[in-house]
């Protein structure tokens, strides 16, 4: 089980965890926690509601002072139970109801083109730097309300606080200072922004929900501050990693590129399998609230689970053929396949996953009707050192326009 934790297996992780999978549904980690491996646990822990997300901060993170915890590591909703969790989402739910997320796709369609411009102007180039960043960061950035000269602080803030979400043993010390100085500047950033929108308000995110807390109790500033924060680092830390993962999965069979190119009304089915075969975040936790039993095993109140998304989604029980890559498999089937794992399910079903699959469909939609040829300049791209929030670091890429676009 230790492989799946070594920084040396980022790149792949699959293996491992088909092993553990194999060798069964329960593996009990050294921090006590109990990882399930199998689709059907993981799924059967995710809708019920009788299993916490609020002890996440002490199960991975031991070593953060919880008592000056809300100077470092901000509380969000994403780490709350019912009644906060339901308050705080409805709150932000409100800017991603399909109507909203369907009216950014021209502003979507508008950056993939210049990004997809820039690449092909570049011919060989950094994907994760050049593509997979600006996309969703700028789209998150504007949609709360971020001006543009800053978007590079927040990349690199949002970067060290998902680095954080890892385990603390997994960290060394100067990761932790990082997403501790991260937290501080981030919400002191967004405390001087947040008092500019009250004097000035805009047609944003960040503008309305200062205006919620100041109409009453409905929202602290800590919770305002902490609601920003992770919409931030949740809004593109993931789907960066959806991007050049997605992408470089594409990139390594031709014949599945071949088929988006054939019929583009795969997109969408691509998009979900893509997000299956490599999900960006791929794990969570959580804690028993009452006396459970999971794949015949008991757990008390408080115990601590790991729901390996990585591993449920490969699973074979659930997926036939789970570690192939295929575009077809959620497109118009009689026996559709399960739901993926890879947003979650259940209360904190991601609340972005709308916007990700915009962001992802139209960049598709853009290079298969912009780029002639799409391939790796490696074979083995190097990793993040993070567990949780993966992806690679960089992807050294070539592009060729297509001589008659689309
Ligand atoms: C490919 C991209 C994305 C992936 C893979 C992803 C994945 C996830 C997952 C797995 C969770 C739930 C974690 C858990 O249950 O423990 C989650 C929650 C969340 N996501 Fe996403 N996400 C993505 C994009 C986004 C975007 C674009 C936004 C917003 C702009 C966003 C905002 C959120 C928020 C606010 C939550 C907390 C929801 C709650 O606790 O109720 N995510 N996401």
Redesign the pocket.
């Known amino acids: 089980m230790a492989r799946l934790f070594l920084p040396e297996n980022r790149a792949d992780p699959y293996t491992p965890v088909r092993e553990l999978r194999e060798a069964g549904a329960v593996h009990r980690t050294p921090l006590g926690l109990r990882l399930l491996t199998r689709y059907a646990d993981c799924a059967a822990v995710?809708q019920n509601s009788a299993w916490s997300?609020a002890d996440e901060a002490e199960m991975l993170h031991p070593s953060v002072d919880t008592e000056h915890a809300s100077e470092e590591l901000p509380t969000s909703?994403?780490w709350m139970d019912p009644p906060d969790?339901t308050r705080l989402?409805g709150l932000?739910s409100r800017a991603?109801t399909s109507g909203m997320v369907a009216g950014l796709r021209p502003r979507i369609e508008a950056l993939a083109a210049e990004l997809v411009g820039k690449a092909l102007a570049a011919g060989e180039f950094d994907l994760v730097d050049l593509i997979a960043y600006p996309l969703?960061l700028t789209v998150?950035c504007e949609?709360i309300g971020v001006p543009a000269s800053e978007h590079d602080a927040v990349r690199r803030w949002s970067q060290d606080l998902a680095r954080g979400f890892d385990p603390d043993p997994l960290m060394t010390p100067q990761a932790q200072e990082a997403r501790a100085t991260a937290a501080r500047e981030f919400m002191a950033f967004f405390r001087d922004l947040i008092d500019r929108r009250r004097a000035d308000p805009q047609d944003d995110l960040l503008s309305a929900l200062a205006a919620v807390e100041d109409q009453g109790d409905v929202l602290t500033e800590t919770e305002l501050l902490s609601t920003c924060v992770?919409?931030i680092v949740?809004?593109h830390e993931?789907?960066v990693n959806?991007v050049s993962g997605g992408l470089l999965a594409l990139m390594r069979e031709p014949e599945q590129l071949g088929l988006l190119r054939a019929d583009p009304e795969l997109i969408p089915s691509a998009v979900e399998e893509l997000?299956r075969y490599d999900?960006?975040?791929q794990l969570?936790t959580r804690s028993a609230k009452q006396r459970m039993t999971v794949a015949g095993e008991v757990f008390e109140p408080g115990d601590g689970v790991v729901v390996l998304?990585n591993s449920g989604n490969r699973d074979e029980r659930a997926f036939d053929r789970g570690d192939r890559l295929d575009v077809t498999r959620y497109h118009d089937r009689r026996e559709p396949p399960p739901r993926h794992l890879?947003?979650?399910l259940g209360?904190?079903y991601?609340?972005?996953?709308p916007?990700?699959q915009l962001e992802m469909r139209v960049l598709l939609e853009t290079l298969l009707r912009e780029v002639a040829v799409l391939e790796p300049l490696v074979d083995e791209p190097p990793y993040k050192p993070n567990l949780v929030v993966r992806g690679p670091a960089a992807l050294p890429t070539r592009f060729q326009a297509r001589k008659n676009p689309r």
């Open positions: 995710l997300h909703f994403l969790h989402r932000v991603f969703p998150v949609l992770t919409t949740a809004g993931t789907t959806l997000l999900p960006p975040v969570t998304i890879a947003f979650s209360l904190h991601c609340l972005g996953a916007l990700a």
